[in-house]
């Protein structure tokens, strides 16, 4: 069974610029969450997206923004870049959105904005 | 609100010593408690977790008691390999949410 897989891996931008970055869940899941990963800040949770509607958002600026497909693939964007928006953005993926659920994780998609 | 509290690292243990990594969390009702590891590069991988108080989660000789009369998911390991050097997190979901919420990380380095 395929794991969690996000692309690319690896992006460099530079400030005010936009980016997308996907994630393909594993096949059957149907939720799917976004967290980003600093050295300052740790992991943070982003968004979370079940059957195409955003559930549950954290605490991060308009900026950022989700969405999700009738496949469950989910897609992230970032407009007008900032340097500390470099991270390492990580996709994690459940069957369903049920608190016992485990959620596993994709490789992540490491942003650098110069 | 919910929150982890991790023990600071790094640590740096010689092979086949005894590993503690403290982790304490304060969450509205009856949060599940996880850890994870990250090795270089790479995402995270689910260690163990435990779903209510008293339950302990066990894989890979890594084990951790859900205390709830402490507020702790402290995880141990008898005897660490080289292999064990990696990054863990502590982290808890809380009830009704499918969010987690982590810890800051403690690197584990284990030498020959």
């Known amino acids: 069974k395929a794991g969690v897989t996000q692309t690319p891996r690896y992006l460099i931008k530079t400030r005010g610029q936009q980016v997308t970055l996907s994630c393909s869940p594993i096949?059957?899941?149907?939720?799917v969450s976004w967290y980003q990963q600093t050295p300052g800040q740790g992991l943070q949770f982003l968004f979370e997206?079940?059957?195409?509607?955003?559930?549950n958002k954290g605490n991060f600026p308009g900026r950022f923004s989700g969405r999700q497909f009738s496949n469950s693939r989910s897609e992230m964007n970032v407009s007008t870049l900032e340097l500390g928006d470099s991270a390492l953005y990580l996709c994690?993926?459940?069957?369903?959105?049920?608190?016992?659920?485990?959620?596993?994780f994709g490789p992540g998609t490491r942003l650098t904005v110069l | 609100g919910n929150s982890v509290t991790q023990m600071e690292g790094p640590v740096t243990l010689s092979e086949e010593a005894f590993l503690t990594i403290n982790c304490t969390y304060t969450?509205?009702?009856?949060?599940?408690l996880f850890w994870y590891v990250q090795y270089p590069g790479e995402g995270l991988q689910l260690l163990l977790k435990a779903t209510k108080a008293d339950d302990k989660g066990s894989n890979k000789g890594f084990e951790a008691t859900y205390r709830k009369e402490t507020t702790s998911f402290h995880l141990e390991k008898g005897s660490v390999q080289v292999s064990d050097s990696a990054v863990y997190f502590c982290?808890?979901?809380?009830?009704?949410?499918?969010?987690?919420?982590f810890g800051t990380g403690t690197r584990l380095t284990v030498i020959p």
């Open positions: 997206y079940f059957s195409e509607t955003q559930r």
């Open positions: 982290a808890l979901r809380s009830t009704g949410a499918n969010n987690l919420f």
């Open positions: 096949s059957g899941h149907r939720s």
């Open positions: 969450a509205t009702g009856y949060p599940s």
């Open positions: 994690a993926s459940s069957l369903a959105q049920v608190a016992y659920n485990e959620q596993f």
